[in-house]
C-alpha cells in the first residue's frame, strides 16, 4: 500500500499507522487485498479523470477504481480531491484529517464490495466508515501509548 502525492495533504497524520490500518479493513472484510494505491490530487486532476473514466461531469471527493484481475486478491487505486475533503469538512465542521479518514476508508470499503447507490447501500455504508473510524482511533492511541 502507498500514498502518491500530486498535492500535498498537509493533515494527513500517522501516515504509518494509515498505512498498517487500512489492510486491517479488508481482512475483517474477508476480503484479500494484494496493492491499494492512494493518490491525493486536485479537484480540476480528479474531474478530469471523473469525465474520461466515469462519463460525469461534476466535482467528487473520492474515485475508486478495482483493477483486480480476480475477485480473490484486491488490486485497487483511490483517488482523492483534497480541495474536496477541505471544503466538506467546512461544511460538516469537522477537522480536514477526520474527514480525510472517513474518505480514505470509504474507498477501501467500495474495493471490498460495498456500494452507496440506494438509500439501504449508504446506510450500511455509513455504518462501516463509523465502525472503522471508531476502530481507527482506538488503534492510534494504542500505538501512541506504547511508543
Not at 474527514?99 to 474495493?111: I, W
Not at 455504518?127 to 506504547?146: C, I, M
Request: one cysteine or more; charged letters at 30%.
Amino acid at each position: 500500500m502507498s500514498f502518491h502525492e500530486f498535492e500535498k495533504a498537509p493533515w494527513l497524520k500517522n501516515r504509518r499507522l494509515l498505512k498498517q490500518f487500512i489492510p486491517s479493513i479488508f481482512r475483517s472484510e474477508k476480503t484479500e487485498l494484494e496493492e491499494l494505491l492512494i493518490i491525493f490530487c486536485s479537484d480540476e486532476y480528479l474531474l478530469r479523470i471523473n469525465q474520461e473514466y466515469l462519463h460525469h461531469d461534476d466535482y467528487t471527493d473520492i474515485i475508486t477504481f478495482d483493477l483486480s484481475d480476480n475477485t480473490a486478491q484486491i488490486r485497487g487505486q483511490i483517488y482523492i480531491s483534497l480541495e474536496r475533503i477541505t471544503d466538506n469538512s467546512s461544511l460538516y465542521g469537522i477537522k480536514p484529517s477526520q474527514e480525510l479518514q472517513r474518505v480514505l476508508f470509504h474507498g477501501a470499503l467500495h474495493l471490498c464490495g460495498f456500494k452507496d447507490k440506494t438509500a439501504p447501500e449508504k446506510e450500511l455504508m455509513r455504518a462501516k466508515e463509523d465502525y472503522y473510524l471508531k476502530k481507527y482511533h482506538q488503534y492510534v492511541s494504542r500505538e501512541t501509548r506504547s511508543t
